[in-house]
């Protein structure tokens, strides 16, 4: 991928010296990945903090900042982790300058930024307190996006999708979630949801997917940063994270019943839709096509 460390961007937010605080961590700890994983899950869906065990709205806890009870810290850091940290900041801000040209163009709308939140271990969110062992997530009440970094690494060595356009996937993947919170399209997700709990699972994959596919409109629409291969390996990073695979993996069998995202080749190809189109309408998951 085609990028260059400059000023970092303005809606970077680095809480890598930051602790998560107290709280209701623990919670999420006892139950193991597997549950968390769940909780945070119903957390973004009905804007409470299933993990934390607040049973307040999604103002449960506010913007991390020194006031809101995290101890604060120098970051140690390496080289590569700040090139890590430049790199995500170039990401950012090639995908919210994308949408800030062509969502208005094509829906009528405005795009407003989100913020991303660099943050390692454990971090307080609008939604609740997640680990990072959830992976990196985006979460509407806030609207923004949190990743601790070691996911890279993860991403390359557990899950088998090395290359840096693999992580630029993973970016514009969460903010394809940011720009659903803003065309309602999560809104009208959780009412379905809510009066069809049969549906639940269903809606979840259809919005995955087309957080996908809107990962695939930006690098249709941003040629600069594509390099040979970089498709590729977008590619492989949706695959590898697809439900049947991580089942696969974590206990040798597949469940369809209890996808929430959707399974390698649907993500694989509404990704590829969304790059083969360029075009946010072709991003229609709900329609049964």
């Known amino acids: 991928m085609r990028w260059s460390a400059g000023g970092r961007s303005s809606n970077l937010e680095d809480r890598r010296g930051m602790s998560a605080g107290g709280g209701g961590f623990g919670f999420g700890r006892g139950m193991g990945i597997g549950g968390t994983v769940i909780l945070l899950i119903l957390s973004l869906i009905f804007g409470r903090d299933f993990i934390g065990g607040s049973d307040g709205g999604g ?35 090639s995908v919210q300058n994308t949408w800030h040209r062509i969502l208005p163009q094509e829906t009528g709308r405005q795009y407003q930024d989100a913020k991303l939140v660099l943050y ?78 049969d549906l639940k699972n269903a809606a979840s994959v259809r919005l995955e997917l087309q957080a ?15 390099e040979p291969g970089d498709i590729d390996e977008a590619l492989a990073a949706a695959s590898a994270v697809g439900d049947d695979r991580l089942q696969r993996a974590a206990r040798g069998s597949v469940n369809p019943d209890t996808f929430t995202h959707g399974t390698a080749a649907q993500r694989s190809a509404w990704f590829k839709r969304g790059f083969d189109s360029g075009d946010v309408k072709s991003c229609d998951t709900f329609s049964g096509t």
């Open 120 to 197: 390692r271990d454990a971090v307080r969110t609008g939604c609740g307190t997640a680990p990072s062992s959830v992976g990196p997530f985006y979460c509407p009440m806030d609207q923004k996006v949190y990743i601790d970094l070691s996911f890279y690494d993860e991403l390359r060595q557990r899950f088998g999708a090395p290359g840096d356009f693999a992580q630029a996937y993973v970016i514009a993947h969460e903010l394809g979630h940011h720009v659903q919170h803003l065309l309602g399209t999560d809104e009208k997700v959780q009412q379905l949801q809510q009066s069809r709990p």
């Open 212 to 226: 996908d596919c809107y990962a695939g409109v930006w690098a249709k629409s941003d040629q600069n940063v594509i």
């Open 59 to 93: 103002a449960a806890y506010p913007d991390q900042t020194t006031a809101s009870g995290g101890e604060v810290g120098p970051v140690r850091s390496t080289p590569e982790e700040e090139r890590a940290v430049d790199f995500t900041s170039a990401v950012l801000d």
